[in-house]
């Protein structure tokens, strides 16, 4: 897939919940209580070799760590 594509370049890559899981991005918003929210997969930004503001991790619903 095209983002499969981009899992090693240091782009910013941004889902919504309705991507299968494997098609996942960096931040994935989703819907929960009539709000949006988002999780953050550090690891994935790690492995672009981008680097997420711990105030952005802060915000974030959930955040899969780097390894």
């Known amino acids: 897939s095209e983002l499969e ?3 090693k370049a ?4 941004i889902t ?3 991507q ?3 098609a996942a991005g960096i931040i ?3 819907v929960r209580d009539n709000h949006v929210r ?3 997969d550090d690891a994935l930004a790690s492995a672009g070799g981008l680097v ?3 105030k952005l991790l802060s915000l974030a619903n959930s955040v899969k760590p780097r390894h």
């Open 20 to 22: 299968a899981p494997d």
């Open 52 to 54: 997420i503001s711990s």
């Open 5 to 7: 594509a981009l899992r």
């Open 16 to 18: 919504d919940a309705d």
């Open 28 to 30: 994935g918003f989703t």
């Open 10 to 13: 240091p782009v910013l890559t």
């Open 38 to 40: 988002f999780n953050i």
